[in-house]
């Protein structure tokens, strides 16, 4: 918390006290322009998904940026189409109920380990940060016929089960509610808040910036998710986005204009969260960055 | 109730605690632990899903040794961690370097640094597959051909395919990296440089003697967490070469690729066991190495 908070102040700091005026520095100049036109091949392949995804078929090819006869025909027959309807649904739904899990029960034991005294507790902690070591990959097979046995396969409760808490949010968490200073806990327990509520509205409104940083990790991550899914589920209906995009295959099979629209509707609602709540979702990258 | 009511203060809290961590602690054991403890006990073993479960002692781990497509995709991850790390590191230490410099139009700037990272693998695989393609298609072969050059088999040859794969994977993550350089370099406090600048010190001088010595922590996070990254690389692989996963020739085949196929198309579920314990040693190997050798710099 220490390092966050010092970054903002400092830098808003030295916008106003360093250097008013100094005299223009070529080398500044250059910098700026090197960063500006590395900062353009960045978001090259962003804006040419885009741009095709807005193309009629015979317009793919000249691979002009600008179209010339912009349209939305792509997007309303992909739609149209049905699957990537469901598949942006089941994306949705799935990215939504794992994050909201997260946010409770992740929060939930990083403040039972971190403002309880009892016993096993440096016990459970430590085993739940060892899972940390243990790769997805190891896990999926068991987790395959876990499935297989309980009839799971194939459904909502399937894809998402693996993911309902991580270990990473749960040291995120622990590590916040530490600034939350237990006299705080003490005096809502003296107004006679049992256990359940003082963790509630008066522990979890203290570490709301850490809440949302936890979120938008673990949305990201849970929208742009492949493999599990990619194995857990069979029917087209029940694909994410990320397998269903990847589930066209060959290029030679492809319509570039159709497969970059789809691109696009997998891509386009994170970026514009992103462009939205560009200054907090950093923060929040930063903090889960220095802390989990 | 009247049992809870008898309870001493710290009795209660407990009892709260276990109620609380009830349910945590059944998900982490049968979903992380029983989990991992089940893939070492099928890796012993020989299992096709269907037939039954035989144990074959080390069977799985001497079949992985002897198998050349092992050795081969062994080799291609560390490829792609030896190049990706690496990579990574300089391009994002060297653009936040300069970045953190910058006050005009700081967050814009960023902001095209950062955007990539919220992007999904499969999306972008076909962005870059499209990239990739022969002349009449591919963005890149059509500006090769705008000036004269021949045209590049990205995709389709053994010795290009990996570095092809790898380009998106080390583009997606750059933004992220960028971002912890630049707090790391926000945390290093000003008065060392002030202190270097009456001293006369020239910049050169200042990255190596004091920028770089108080990155470090920030440098150990970065090379681990990205390694581990490189050396779990799926998404980007499987997405780009879809008409051959791992292809051509098994010249891009990542372990965790191997894993998938053994697993799910072969349905050797043993044998993918196995390769699964390898993968896990790996990491285990490869971050402790590198938190040894980072630290005591």
Partial sequence: MAVVEEIRPSSDALLKTRQPKRPANMGNYIRWLLLFFGGIAMVTPLAYMISTSLKWPHEVYNLQLIPNEPTIENYTYVLEDGRFYWWFLNSLIIATITTVCNVIFDSLVGYTLCKFRFPGRYIIFIAILSTLMIPTEMLVIPWYLMSQQFGWLDTYWGIMFPGLMTAFGTFLMKQFFETVPDDFIEAARIDGLNELQIWWTVAMPLVKPALAALAIFVFLGNWTAFIWPLIVTNSVDMYTLPVGLSSFGDEADVQWELIMTGAAISTLPTLVVFLIFQRFIIRGVVMAGLKG | ?297
Avoid at chain 2, 244 to 264: C, D, H, Q, R, W
């Fill in chain 2, 1 to 297: 109730m009247d049992l809870y009511r008898n309870l001493t203060i710290r009795q209660k809290q407990i009892v709260w605690a276990y109620a609380f961590l009830a349910l945590p602690i059944l998900f982490y054991s049968v979903i992380r632990f029983y989990p991992t403890g089940n893939a070492i006990l099928i890796s012993f073993q020989d299992w096709n899903l269907l037939g039954a479960r035989t144990w074959t002692g080390l069977d799985n781990y001497v079949k992985l040794l002897g198998d050349p497509v092992f050795w081969q995709v062994f080799r291609n991850t560390f490829v792609y961690l030896l190049l990706g790390t690496p990579i990574s590191l300089v391009i994002s230490f060297i653009i936040a370097y300069h970045l953190d410099k910058t006050r005009f139009m700081h967050g814009f700037l960023r902001m095209l640094y950062f955007l990539p990272f919220m992007t999904s693998a499969v999306a972008m695989a076909w962005v870059w597959r499209w990239f990739y393609q022969p002349v009449p298609i591919g963005l890149f072969n059509n500006a090769l051909a705008s000036i004269g050059i021949p045209q590049i088999a990205f995709l389709n040859s053994t010795t290009n395919a990996l570095p092809s794969v790898l380009a998106p994977a080390v583009w997606a993550g750059l933004g992220f990296q960028i971002i912890i350089f630049m707090a790391g370099l926000r945390a290093i406090p000003r008065s060392y440089y002030e202190a270097a600048k009456i001293d006369g010190v020239g910049w050169w001088t200042v990255l190596w003697e004091i920028t770089i010595p108080l990155l470090k922590p920030t440098i150990v996070f970065i090379v681990v967490f990205s390694s581990i990254g490189f050396l779990r690389i799926f998404d980007h692989v499987f997405n780009m070469t879809t008409n051959n996963p791992g292809g051509p020739l098994n010249s891009t085949k990542p372990l965790v690729l191997m894993i998938y196929e053994t697993a799910f198309d072969s349905f050797d579920m043993g044998y993918a066991a196995a390769q699964t314990v390898v993968l896990f040693l790996v990491l285990l190997v490869v971050s402790l190495i590198q938190l040894r050798i980072l630290r005591d710099r």
